[in-house]
């Protein structure tokens, strides 16, 4: 089992900047890479962003391209999402989440546990 907790969320003006944290524990070494999705209301989850524990090779989605940066402290077993330059249609419940495969970055399928959600609210 994997536990996972994700904190900084809040309301923040478009603009702005928010990093999230997400601290894993519990089984961790089985982890192979750690992500971020998203969920608005009304829409299904989306890929935000992930990164190897091993290496630091990291995936975005095109629409956080040059806005966000995913990050991870290993000896805190603990990765980050540097949210910048934010706009409303940021606005979400982000999750991080754990996958013990390779492959198939963007699907959220592929993850084995999930965060509880973080609120991410960005006013115009």
């Known amino acids: 089992q994997v536990q996972l907790v994700e904190s900084g969320g809040g309301l923040v003006q478009a603009g702005g900047s928010l990093r999230l944290s997400c601290v894993a524990s519990?089984?961790?070494?089985?982890?192979?890479?750690m992500g971020w999705f998203r969920q608005a209301p009304g829409t299904e989850r989306e890929f935000v962003a992930a990164?190897?524990?091993?290496?630091?090779?990291?995936a975005y989605t095109d629409s956080v391209k040059g806005r966000f940066t995913i990050s991870k402290d290993n000896a805190k077993n603990t990765v980050y999402l540097q949210m910048n330059s934010l706009k409303p249609e940021d606005t979400a419940i982000y999750y991080c989440?754990?996958?013990?495969?390779?492959?198939?970055?963007?699907?959220?399928?592929?993850?084995?546990?999930w965060g509880q959600g973080t609120q991410v609210t960005v006013s115009s």
């Open positions: 519990g089984r961790t070494f089985s982890n192979y890479r």
């Open positions: 990164i190897l524990w091993s290496t630091y090779n990291t």
């Open positions: 989440a754990t996958s013990r495969y390779s492959g198939r970055t963007y699907d959220p399928t592929a993850y084995d546990y």
